[in-house]
């Protein structure tokens, strides 16, 4: 019997790339700061997961005990242990899952700025663990007062497969039927699910009578359904989407088809990172023989090679790594994500204002204080700072941070280009009725249309008639009965 052949990372993911980025650009600022741990370096390493759960806990235990293999010799002795301190990640929800478990009794910290899975708030699995965007838990309560807003009380919905979907899309379901919202059927996906999944799925929403489909899907799910949507004209639905997807610039370029035309769902609140896209535009390859990860971003931007050309009729030329990107339209250049590069910002000063902290740093810092994980997980946990650009950063009981989310309208411009339009605010900081606003904006619905959708089982009952329920069917289904002789009914919905 043969071994399995080792994971191996097969293409570039460009949005991961930017959130490496961020976190250079942070740990760059801190080391230039004469505030914050003045005479200190902070150190990193980077590991690419490729979005597994197997190599998630294997660079994670690397990261642990510091017997990871170094491919690049350093220059700078360090006069640490190996181990690291605390983790910034991962992007995922189930990959965190699994870091946050291997990790959990080292009590390293793991701080990430996308794994919204209100799973990871349980403190007793999860000790370490903390992160810079809310939990699905006030997203999905969001998602199903949005739906209750707008009168839709008949919906379809499609998850991700995953924590991050079945979490969430559980939530959503008992706040829904709570608020009086059926959903005509729930399905599941996972981006490596046969095409026969795919098939059935399109078969549902084709036999369904709700026009309202409530998308918590990863992105990368979503982006291998979207085209067989396109493909199967599922035109003419409402999109209700989660943060995972809805403020996407790749998903919506994907939309060619305008399926997704004026979706609407919840976001992070927009944010911006001072000096952050100037940073990862001025990067250059300095040795690309050391750096494969670059060096492959950098090759299939430019369509060039860093290496002799074996003649002269090869058609990609040589890569001088002092290409001029700012000309360049690609997905590395997107800065739609400056929220979420924002979060990872604000995780790696976390770091750096408890280790401040630990090492009372005034003017200079107390250089013989021995620092343990446990005692940087405690400080991250007690924090209290704000940003350059004015955000609080602070985590709760759960080491979650507040919840806040833009309500975001897709609203297709002549040009054919999707912009994310802010129409409204959900605050769960405010009272239950305060909590969902919506501003005097024009929304956009399902085919660029201006009228509010209508996404019910039966329409309300006239007067003079009265519900009766369907056997075997959801509460939303109704047949509307005749009043008896003796009985009156003088208004709509009885």
Not at 185 to 209: G, H, L, M, N, W
Not at 251 to 280: C, N
Request: hydrophobic share 40%.
């Amino acid at each position: 019997m043969n071994q399995p052949l080792p994971l191996q990372c097969i293409s570039l993911n460009f949005r991961d790339l930017q959130f490496a980025q961020a976190m250079l650009f942070a740990i760059e600022e801190i080391n230039n700061s004469t505030d914050l741990l003045p005479g200190l370096s902070v150190g990193y390493k980077i590991y690419d997961n490729c979005g597994s759960v197997a190599r998630s806990v294997g660079v994670t235990l690397a990261l642990a005990n510091g017997n990871e293999n170094v491919s690049v010799p350093s220059k700078t002795s360090c006069t640490r242990p190996a181990h690291v301190q605390a983790i910034i990640g991962t992007t995922s929800s189930s990959t965190t899952v699994a870091v946050a478990t291997v990790i959990g009794p080292f009590f390293i910290p793991v701080i990430s700025h996308f794994a919204t899975c209100a799973c990871l708030s349980d403190k007793t699995k999860y000790p370490s663990f903390l992160r810079t965007i809310p939990s699905d838990y006030y997203q999905s309560r969001a998602l199903a007062h949005l739906v209750k807003h707008f009168g839709w009380t008949w919906v379809g919905a499609i998850r991700s497969n995953d924590d991050y979907g079945n979490n969430g899309m559980a939530t959503f379901t008992e706040t829904a039927q709570q608020l009086g919202i059926c959903l005509e059927y729930s399905v599941s996906f996972f981006r490596t699910d046969p095409y026969v999944k795919i098939q059935k799925i399109i078969e549902i929403i084709k036999a369904s009578t709700s026009k309202v489909i409530v998308a918590f899907l990863a992105r990368a799910d979503f982006n291998v359904l979207l085209p067989e949507f396109s493909y199967h004209n599922l035109s003419g639905y409402q999109w209700v989407g989660s943060e995972s997807w809805i403020f996407d610039s790749q998903t919506a370029e994907m939309d060619m088809h305008h399926i997704l035309d004026g979706a609407i769902g919840v976001s992070i609140p927009k944010a911006h990172v001072t000096g952050l896209r100037e940073f990862i535009l001025n990067k250059k390859p300095i040795n690309p023989s050391n750096n494969e990860l670059f060096t492959e971003f950098w090759e299939t931007t430019f369509s060039c090679k860093f290496k002799e050309l074996k003649s002269s009729a090869d058609i990609q030329r040589e890569c001088t790594g002092h290409e001029d990107m700012t000309g360049v339209q690609n997905n590395f250049i997107d800065m739609s994500l400056m929220p979420i590069f924002n979060n990872v910002y604000k995780g790696v000063y976390a770091v750096a204002h408890a280790l401040h902290n630990i090492l009372s740093c005034n003017k200079t810092c107390n250089k013989n204080v021995q620092l343990d994980p446990f005692m940087v997980l405690q400080h991250i946990r007690k924090i209290h700072f704000t940003t350059k650009e004015g955000d609080e950063v602070y985590f709760n009981e759960n080491g979650d941070p507040a919840a806040k989310y833009d309500i975001i309208n897709w609203q297709t411009r002549e040009n054919g280009v999707v912009e994310f339009v802010i129409v409204g605010l959900y605050d769960i900081s405010l009272t239950t009725e305060k909590q969902l606003k919506l501003q005097n904006k024009s929304l956009i619905w399902a085919r660029n249309s201006k009228q509010v959708p209508v996404s019910v089982c039966n329409e309300k009952c006239p007067p003079g008639t009265h519900k009766v329920l369907q056997k075997g069917r959801p509460v939303c289904c109704y047949d509307c009965i005749r009043c008896a002789e003796g009985e009156i009914s003088n208004v709509t919905g009885a």
